[in-house]
């Protein structure tokens, strides 16, 4: 046995990757539109206990359904916050992850007869094997063997979500409305239902994200499960610069970052030090990047002009 | 003059006054919505509202013992509400509060179990470790935030994460007891002169607070901190700098403040009040570090700070709140078939409407202001 099983932490990482990529990817949409969404935490943590509640009773498709669904609706009150009410958009987002805490806690106890976790073992998808990629030597062909169809479909949701915010005329709104509120306003389009659309398409994105948390990757929900993959994604957004190839690279760094410590066992390190790599990686690449990027202009502020609209 | 106000559209009133009045209507409202909100969801469940909220404060008022345990849960609140709240001022978020008092705790394990003093000596040198342990792991995402631009929510929860790996190792190893037969991981015990005495005997109250209420000196000393956090915001030299950063960067820097100075001071203030949050637990109720470290007290911290409108008076208010909702949940489990989670949805749908309705008064006293002045602005060029 080699110290690493390249393939199975790559594969491991592939699955972090999915869960980093798709919640960065909604909070993309949300900041590209202006309102900064640092509860992709709180939505994820919700579509965990909502994704698994629905496999159980319903199958891991109307699991990860729901709990996109379930991530949505409660996106709506960020987007009320923030949008309707200009609350200070840290402030509210800070407000979504307490209260999520607090939610998932209730609906556990109310799905799962406890407030901590569900019984192991819900209903997931048939693994599926990449027919070509298994022949890649040095055992990284294992990393394309036994993967979860989702992770494909995160691979390959990069190219719709490049179309929609760089060519069609939903992202170009969306876009503007980002850097230049003002300007969107003055050409007719009204500032407040994109930023609500940008908002919903993160919460629906974390939601679908912690569903899979739940149901693909640990096949069962526990308080703390996401033990701050929502962050990270916020990280791997600024390390990507708000750009959506950029971004899936950023993800990949840090969905290996998260899978290794699982997976890897350094002889006279112990395992505690091990799984503070991610956390550090984090650390370092924020404080290593954040300056030489550039957030969306208007992201972060209250557009006060027409009454909002 | 006198005779152009008449014609002005807002009679004269004191700004105070206003604010006053803005704040508890705020408060009222929120209050309203959540209670509304949250009756409906009871009633959901087929539980008398009225019932459930009465029940909620007969167990947390109805004796002395239940009130002090009220205030007993309150203490690390008050404690991690501050910390936030002292953050906030300077516009700075310290997500951190968790990370910071869980490293308190080991640190603060360290002074106990390492040294052998007199309790004089050995209680304030506990508390000076934890602080210290606290302000170390506020004080880095503090100084990459200035030096690096790293926004502290991200770096403040990662050092979280940091922090519970960091614990569970030194639990493991350096302060693992060497008392064997336990069936649980946990430090040595702490000797009486590194505990926190208990409140109920110094004032003749063991009759009424039994010894299982952990009310201890760190209650008033909280309320100390609340002073010493008012006169430092409002009656010092670096307590103006902070509302000045905190108000309006840009101007505090053209003002001649350094405002990445600023920043680290506070953080490292508030990092040392986060040291306080765990003390309560490991000082008083445990008497030694066990597995059960992560308490959440920094998380609820914000939420005290939200209600207590980050101020030094408002946040031991909301704490006592929130220590009356926890004690409530008691009641629930036994008075009620709801499940004692409930607590944590009403203090959820609680913060929400107050975050809401403070952000609605605030615009409502701009508004207010800025036509007082367009008016009293007319009221002059009509005099000249």
Known sequence: MPLLDVGAVVALGFQYFTIIYLTAIGGLFSERSGIVNIGLEGLMVVGTVMGAWGSINWGPVAGLLIGAAAGMLFSLVHAVATVTFRVDHIVSGVVINVVALGLARFLSQLFFGSASQSDSGIPHFDKIDIPLLESIPFGLGRAFQNLSPITVVAFLLAIPVLFVLSRSRFGLRLRSAGENPEATRTLGVRVAPLRYAGVAISGTLAGFAGAFLAIEVNELYQEGQTQGLGFIALASLILGNWSPLRVMLGAMLFGLATGIPLRVDIPGIPEQFVRMIPYIVTIVAIAGFVGRVQPPAAAGKAYEGAGGT | ?384
């Open chain 2, 1 to 384: 003059m006198a005779t152009a106000t008449a014609a002005a559209p807002v009679k004269p009133r004191p700004p105070w006054l206003d604010a006053a009045v803005g704040q508890g209507l705020a408060l009222l409202g929120a209050f309203l919505f959540a209670g509304i909100v949250g009756a409906i969801i009871i009633m959901l469940y087929g539980e008398r509202p009225l019932f459930v909220y009465r029940v909620i404060w007969e167990f947390s008022t109805a004796r002395a013992s239940d009130f002090a345990k009220v205030l007993e849960l309150a203490t690390p609140l008050i404690f991690s509400g501050l910390a936030v709240a002292v953050a906030f001022k300077a516009g700075m978020f310290n997500i951190g509060v968790e990370g910071q008092y869980i490293v308190g705790m080991a640190t603060a394990t360290v002074a106990a179990t390492f040294f052998e003093l007199p309790a004089v000596i050995h209680l304030p040198l506990v508390v000076l470790f934890a602080m210290a342990g606290s302000m170390v792991w506020a004080g880095v995402p503090a100084v990459l935030k200035v030096k690096t631009g790293a926004h502290e929510v991200v770096t403040t929860i990662m050092m979280n994460g940091i922090a519970v790996s960091l614990v569970a190792w030194a639990l493991l190893n350096p302060l693992r007891t060497t008392e064997t037969g336990l069936v649980d991981l946990r430090s040595d015990r702490f000797p009486d002169s590194a505990r926190m005495p208990f409140l109920a005997p110094t004032f003749g109250l063991e009759e009424q607070i039994p010894r299982s209420v952990n009310l201890t000196w760190l209650f008033p000393v909280a309320l100390l901190a609340c002073f010493a956090v008012w006169f430092l915001l409002y009656r010092t030299r670096l307590g103006y700098e902070v509302r000045a950063v905190g108000s309006s960067p840009g101007s505090a820097e053209a003002g001649g403040i350094s405002t990445g100075a600023v920043q680290i001071k506070i953080f490292l203030i508030s990092g040392a009040l986060a040291g306080f949050v765990g003390l309560n637990h490991v000082l008083a109720d445990a008497g030694f570090l066990g597995v059960n470290y992560e308490r959440e007290l920094g998380f609820t911290g914000i939420a005290v700070a939200f209600l207590g409108r980050n101020h030094p008076v408002g946040v031991p208010l909301a704490a006592i709140m929130l220590g009356l909702l926890f004690r409530g949940e008691d009641g629930i489990a036994i008075a009620t078939d709801l499940p004692r989670e409930i607590v944590i949805i009403l203090e959820g749908l609680l913060i929400l409407s107050v975050v809401v309705a403070y952000e609605l008064v605030r615009r409502w006293l701009v508004r207010r202001q800025q036509r007082t002045v367009r008016a009293e602005e007319g009221a002059d060029s009509a005099a000249a």
